[in-house]
């Protein structure tokens, strides 16, 4: 197992999974909290989707939302 790692720098907003209501209050803080604001997204899987991408094998963002393009 992988030793934590300690963040030194301050965060506005920390965002725990990358699922659905993860990316949505991504997106609520990247409308409402002021550009400079640091957010942290925290997640086990190295891609979006929460459950869909280990629960189901043919389940895939085949067309993501253009706010998803960074995740490709």
């Known amino acids: 197992m992988d030793e934590?790692?300690?963040y030194a720098e301050p965060y506005d907003l920390v965002i725990i999974g990358a699922g659905?209501?993860?990316?949505?209050a991504l997106h609520a803080a990247s409308v409402?909290?002021?550009t400079s604001?640091?957010?942290l997204l925290i997640d086990e899987k190295d891609a979006p989707g929460g459950?869909?991408?280990m629960a189901y094998e043919y389940?895939?963002?085949h067309q993501p939302h253009?706010?998803?393009r960074w995740a490709q």
Do not use: C, Q, S
């Not at 659905?20 to 949505?24: D, E, K, P, S, V």
């Open 4 to 6: 934590p790692t300690e």
């Open 37 to 39: 604001a640091r957010i």
């Open 59 to 61: 389940v895939r963002l």
């Open 32 to 34: 409402y909290l002021p």
């Open 20 to 24: 659905i209501a993860g990316l949505n």
């Open 66 to 68: 253009p706010f998803l």
């Open 51 to 53: 459950m869909w991408t």
